[in-house]
């Protein structure tokens, strides 16, 4: 082929080559003002994440740079990245028809900071902040997840969360659900008002109704008010559910610690936590099920207790 013909087929292949950099950016960017046919580039920002996250590439950034909603329906992450809100402004994610942010895809990392996840009054109610059921990786630093019908995070399977220097707040369930696998650990967050309803709801809980070990720690953290400020919760033979609570406070709840099995172990351990103005300081509830207090804990306050908790030295 004569070099005058190769050369339309290599302008054609650079500009595909382009085409296809353009649309893997390592920062896409987000403003109130712009739009989802731009290429999500700090000079011509999109609008929604949908369009950032097809624009961004595997384990990139997405940066909001203005106050504003940034989506219309659920959000379907299914790539590692880094999702948030520049310093002083609210990157706000709306839960309307079902999770605000759904991570659908397994092996990944999705970083969610400075954000805020609620429902506004103009839409149709959705059902919980962020959603996984895939075994990856989910952290969430810096965020506001508030006034949800169901559940702020809920992580099932073999995932792994984070969560840091957060507030989950007026939830009508539990503001954090792990179950059949999953593994969490919550630090210097705030779980507020989680009132539940029929007596269930609250702060943290933990299940495995599989032969599964589901596991989370709450650290340096303030649960206040709802139906139970953490429960552990085996249902079948094989099943593991454990709570480990430090340097933490409980309060005004109808049961601060809860551990209840119809198979298998539940476990609650506590230490170096206040619990206080608990209606039950703790609740222990059938064999399998275990409340152990470790370390300088401070119970004052509480109404009652039902069951046996176990005191243990430090170890």
């Known amino acids: 082929m004569s070099a005058m013909k190769m050369l339309p087929l290599a302008l054609a292949a650079s500009l595909l080559a382009g085409t296809a950099a353009q649309a893997q950016l390592f920062r896409a960017y987000l403003t109130s003002t712009g739009s989802d046919a731009n290429p999500c580039t700090l000079q011509q920002p999109c609008r929604l994440l949908p369009a950032a996250l097809n ?3 595997e384990g990139g950034e997405i940066w909001m740079l203005d106050s504003a909603n940034y989506n219309s329906a659920t959000v379907n992450v299914n790539k590692s990245v880094s999702i948030l809100a520049v ?13 605000a942010i759904s991570i659908s895809a397994a092996g990944k990392t999705v970083a969610l900071r400075n954000l805020v996840i609620a429902p506004v009054v103009t839409l149709p109610p959705g059902t919980s902040g962020v959603a996984m059921s895939v075994p990856s990786n989910l952290i969430i630093e810096n965020s506001v997840i508030a006034n949800l019908p169901e559940a702020g995070v809920v992580v099932q399977g073999a995932g792994t969360l984070k969560i840091t220097s957060s507030t989950l707040r007026n939830i009508a369930g539990y503001a954090i659900v792990l179950g059949n696998g999953a593994r969490g650990a919550i630090a210097s967050t705030q779980l507020l008002d989680n009132l539940g309803s029929g007596g269930f ?3 943290l809980l933990v299940f495995s109704e599989t032969a599964t070990t589901t596991t989370a720690s709450l650290s340096d953290s303030v649960i206040s008010g709802g139906p139970q400020g953490v429960w552990a919760y085996s249902y079948v033979n094989g099943s593991v559910a454990r709570i480990s609570v ?12 809860y551990s209840r099995s119809t198979g298998g172990s539940a476990e609650v351990n506590f230490g170096s936590s206040l619990i206080i103005d608990n209606q039950n300081a703790w609740s222990q509830e059938n064999a399998g099920s275990t409340i152990l207090s470790l ?5 004052r306050g509480n109404a009652g207790s039902s069951g046996t908790k176990t005191a243990l030295p430090p170890q």
């Open 55 to 57: 624009a961004v590439a």
């Open 246 to 257: 430090t340097r933490s406070t409980i309060q005004k709840t109808t049961t601060a610690l």
């Open 87 to 99: 310093p002083g402004v609210v990157g706000s994610v709306v839960a309307t028809g079902g999770p």
């Open 201 to 203: 709801g609250g702060g």
């Open 295 to 299: 370390g300088d804990n401070q119970l």
